[in-house]
């Protein structure tokens, strides 16, 4: 559901010209316009779900923007909780895991709706709609398939945090973000050992660092879980 | 990570910025070599030295942070290398997990004095540690932590969890710096990590279903007063002035929501925390 086209020469989509000169930069850089410009095939207005803009639950088609600055992190923020949330919710509800897990699930569970409805309440009116969930590949009768769910959203989470903490620009938001990405490892770490012993920080690089994803990569891999679209341009959440 | 963009960024700002990088060919040059000679990770310290070199020197405030990082992962790095020789593990696999985060301990403390001297700027020295919590006596509370393994899993939880709190604290002073602030975030996410792993370990080794890979209140799991300062506001169910204790009629429970939310350290809270186990 989140696309990012190739629009190396045409013009950006905020209608600014595209400086030449830039573009050779960073083609010699080796870096890719399609990471730069990304636009989403946007229908009609109706179909733009704006922070504040909609009280309606958003539904599968709509395009979701997440506004602008801080709030445009925190509504990003907001979308993957939402989405985690979503995911443990089902799983407590289906039950397939039993004793320990099922107990930790219940609550990382809680954690994730605790994180879904601070950010709700936080961002009030210039909260991004509801979202709908699309779990079709993940099979909650499996444990493995749980699983590897699981460590999919957590590690996602954990980047997508890393990787958002630059595009803040309070402080206090930032120590907030902190507060819950070391929960998400915390998380990830124990799915992650519960797949494979030790394996709790298989994510880390040579320099011991975990690692930082940008929105717009994020959004490429949890836009397949949700039925909306998501809309960066203008957010200042690209790059 | 984005370094151009970042440039693109500063640029609409400060117009000169390429100019201020050696020259922009300059620039594009050592960008070029990127690919070939450095490590994507190694990119932020290619980015540190430039920026010296177009502005000058970074803020004090920023080596601080940096320094004081460095000080605690000399602390875990050191404390785990002797923990590595002596402790008796259960086992193999016990031992390998423990193995894991030593590497990355070291690893954290190379990568950041490699950050603080590509700034261009000095590293504290490696201080001398005395991990019984004894003040340079030896002989303080946890003595034993090398040669009794529940000791040391006690020991090694405190460090993971204080580590993952005092990160927190500092990520504010390091808003606006791009990538060093990255590179924070990238540790701390490995501390928690490291943190939920040794809880877990701890909770099997001492049979308490109620210690879990995330702090609960502000519990020791069972360690008591001793470590009481590393848990404490643990506790808090507020965040940001919304209370998060049955949030909009949802069933989270107090102990829910304290979990949910880790909270920071202060850099004073921290060294208080840290000075029994520094040879004064």
Known sequence: ?239 | MNVLNILNEISTHDPEVYARLDTRRAAMRAFGNWGKKLTLAAAPLALSAMFKKAYGQVPNSVVDVLNFALLLEHLEADFYTRAMMTVPFPDAKVREGFGIITDHEAKHVKFLVTVIQSLGRGTIARPRFDFSGGSGSGNGPFKDAFTNYGLFLAVAQTLEDTGVRAYKGQAPNLLGTGDVLTAALNIHSVEARHAAHVREVRSMFTQMAGLKPWITGNDTGGIGSLVAASYAGEETTMQAGIQITGINGKAISANAASESFDEPLTREQVTEIVKPFLVS
């Open chain 1, 1 to 239: 559901m989140f696309q990012l086209h190739r629009n190396a020469t045409g013009p950006r989509p905020d209608g600014a010209p595209v400086n030449p000169q830039r573009r050779g930069f960073l083609r010699v850089a080796g870096y890719s316009a399609a990471t730069a410009l990304l636009v989403t095939a946007c229908k009609t207005d109706a179909d733009v779900a704006t922070p504040g803009g909609s009280t309606r639950a958003a539904r599968a088609g709509d395009i979701i923007k997440f506004g602008t600055g801080d709030v445009a992190v925190l509504n990003y923020a907001y979308a993957l909780e939402q989405l985690e949330a979503a995911f443990y919710e089902k799983v407590v509800e289906v039950g397939t895991l039993k004793g320990r897990e099922m107990t930790l699930f219940t609550d990382i569970r809680d954690h994730e709706i605790a994180h879904r409805e601070f950010f709700k309440n936080a961002l009030g009116s210039a909260a991004i709609p509801g979202l709908t969930p699309n779990f079709s590949s993940i099979d909650f009768t499996s444990r493995a398939s749980i699983l590897l769910a699981a460590m999919a959203f957590e590690d996602l989470g954990v980047q997508a945090y890393n990787g958002a903490g630059r595009f803040l620009k309070n402080a206090d938001f930032l120590t907030l973000a902190g507060k819950i990405v070391s929960v998400e490892a915390r998380h990830a770490a124990y799915v992650r050992d519960l797949m494979i012993r030790n394996n709790f920080s298989n994510t880390v690089d040579a320099n011991g660092l975990d690692v930082a994803l940008s929105p717009g990569n994020v959004l490429n891999v949890a836009g397949k879980f949700v039925m909306e679209g998501f809309d960066l341009v203008g957010s200042g959440l690209i790059g």
